[in-house]
T-cell receptor
Framework: DSGVTQTPKHLITATGQRVTLRCSPR?????VYWYQQSLDQGLQFLIQ???????AKGNILERFSAQQFPDLHSELNLSSLELGDSALYFC??????????????FGPGTRLTVL | GDSVTQMEGPVTLSEEAFLTINCTYT??????LFWYVQYPGEGLQLLLK?????DKGSNKGFEATYRKETTSFHLEKGSVQVSDSAVYFC??????????FGDGTTLTVKP
């Protein structure tokens, strides 16, 4: 158990809909990362937040947005869903922002299926 | 931009065979390098890391050495077990906090 929790575990929805994925980082971790893992594109870094502020952005679509709240939990919002958005979405956390040596602790993931 | 290139899989080995999974990277500055492992149905977990050139990371019999001159961080294990069957990801972190992962290499170890 990494200490990172994600809800829900599974989510099934229809095209055009909007969903929210939630992540609670390990106690004491200030950084939260979001990743998308699909069969054809591997593990893609989406976005990172540090202590409530956006810190780094990866291959995140404009239809997706995220935020980190004062209690440090984070939410990833996916809107106007398409079939191709079906994937595993992972959240990870780490202690700090600065310093490249920080390992990330991954949650168990949310499996999103868009029908 | 930053990138990580891993040996393509899948890799199938017999128990007690020697394992090498190649990883090379491109990055500005001096990144830290990581190997993560993902067992079926689970999230990724750190296997080992190295934060500067010539560092060797090791864990559970796995090793990898940070080679700046060849920009490589190859994963090795002398004798694999069935329980090592998983997907292995090479990754780098930059000082800016951005993480880049390789595509993952699936390892299957047969008894």
């Amino acid at each position: 158990d990494s200490g990172v929790t994600q809800t829900p575990k599974h989510l099934i929805t229809a095209t055009g809909q909007r969903v929210t994925l939630r992540c609670s980082p390990r106690s004491g971790d200030l950084s939260v990362y979001w990743y998308q893992q699909s069969l054809d594109q591997g593990l893609q870094f989406l976005i990172q937040y540090y202590n409530g502020e956006e810190r780094a952005k990866g291959n995140i679509l404009e239809r997706f947005s995220a935020q980190q709240f004062p209690d440090l939990h984070s939410e990833l919002n996916l809107s106007s869903l398409e079939l191709g958005d079906s994937a595993l979405y992972f959240c990870a956390s780490s202690v700090e922002q600065v310093g490249s040596y920080n390992e990330q602790f991954f949650g168990p993931g949310t499996r999103l299926t868009v029908l | 931009g930053d990138s990580v290139t891993q040996m393509e899989g899948p890799v199938t080995l017999s128990e007690e065979a020697f394992l090498t999974i190649n990883c090379t990277y491109t990055a500005t500055g001096y990144p830290s390098l990581f190997w993560y492992v993902q067992y079926p149905g689970e999230g990724l977990q750190l296997l080992l890391k190295a934060t500067k050139a010539d560092d060797k990371g090791s864990n559970k019999g796995f090793e990898a050495t940070y080679r700046k001159e060849t920009t490589s961080f190859h994963l090795e294990k002398g004798s694999v077990q069935v329980s090592d069957s998983a997907v292995y990801f090479c990754a780098l972190n930059t000082n800016a906090g951005k993480s880049t992962f390789g595509d993952g290499t699936t390892l299957t170890v047969k008894p």
